[in-house]
């Protein structure tokens, strides 16, 4: 199966569920956005769920060069023929899409994964998001039974404590100048104090720079950083919060530990 | 004091161990998948829920099996024609060669990396050369311009945004490869003048 890349809007990316185990050298575990998205489209064609599929912050059109099977996020599947086109389109409710393709797509490991980190142009097709004329190619069909998976959407998310602040509550903007690295959010400013040092970052965390106004850390986040993080986002809520479009009013709950004190 | 970062992860005070061993030491942990340091802390991050009781890095570091490899020591050729070395000549009120030179003499520890992919945060710069960050970043720093921050020396891996003060450029400024970072922490570093 090969498809070529007949158009292409935004920044689209080969990514899997990330390279851990390399935080220490700097690199972030980087992978999906939203890696549910990126397992529900792996699900529909019977893939393994961390297969390397197609993250599409904006559009693409891909033409088969021969019989191919894709599905995207929301279960859709397709079966194309040679010279046969299927475009992703921007959808309002969400984010990002995903693009998967039956075996997965076939680029070569890097650091134990196949995802681009756009950061330090490694990975993935050339390090690099697609452009036209790209051609990118499939692995072997694992055979696995097709799983439907159900996406969750919600615009409540849970925060806990960070190590340098008490957390976040409110609502805030998700602002159009957010990409990988990080989230900005827009609204009541954050006072935190000031730090001495660096201090190790994680994604779903969220700083406060000088001007008060908070990022959160997506997939390809530095490793260190020199700004107080005043909260974390609990697991359950990373994918909903990621999969939320821009411009969206997201409400932060304070999040305690249910054996009280939010500090341990 | 152990603090939580989140669900899966801890930051602890950087115990009093070479970057090498606490490196390797929190990778030995059960459960932990990742590690980073800074001057002050260490996080180490879980695959599943982070514990509620911070573990013993010293005790890990003793009881590694496998001897560590030495710490590598690197020469990096540079050539001094950064676009600040004339500003920071200034700045600290020295002669530019004098900057070189003050450079050029130390042999830098990796003490962590972090901030980008490859990029190192090396003890050891000469204190007349400590100078606060530039008030406005640079957009684009080019991948292995050779730079100095606050206490550190450091080297841009890729090209990326950045307010160090620029002294020079590496000649082959291959620091991030197939495998991961050319420089790990605890290795060394020294800078050579380029022929």
Redo the contacts between chains.
Sequence with gaps: MKVRVTSVAGLVTVQDLGR??????????GGALVPAFLRAANGALGNPEGAAALEVLGRVVLEAADEARLATEDGQVVRLRAGETFAVEPRADRRVRYLAVEGGLDVPL??GSRST?V????GGLGGRGLRRGDELGARAPSGGEAISRELAFGDEIAV?P??DGDGLAGEYLLDAASNRVGSRLVGRAIVAKAL???????R??IEVPPDGMPIVLGPEH????GYP?VG????EDLDRFFAMPVGSRVRFRLWRSPRGGA?? | M????????I?LPRPDLDAAHL?AAG?SLPGV???????????L?YAGPAP?AAPDLRLAAAALQTPLEAPREHALHVRYDGEDLGEVARAVGLPIAEVIARHLAPVYDVA????????P?LHGLDASLRLPRRSTPRLRVPAGAVAIGGPYAGVY??A?PGGWHLLGQLLTPQL?G????LL??GDRVRFVVAP
């Design positions: 851990p185990g390399f935080m220490h050298q700097g690199v972030p575990p890097m650091m980190l950061v330090a142009g490694i806990e960070g190590p001495d040092g660096s201090v190790p970052l994680v779903g965390a530095p490793t260190t950083g993080v974390v986002i609990r697991d500090r341990t | 152990m603090q939580r970062l989140g669900p899966r992860a930051r490196v990778r998948v990742d590690v980073v340091l800074t001057d002050a802390w260490i996080a991050y509620e962590f990396m972090g901030f980008l992919p490859g990029f945060y891996p890729v990326s991030f197939d495998d991961g970072a790990r922490p």
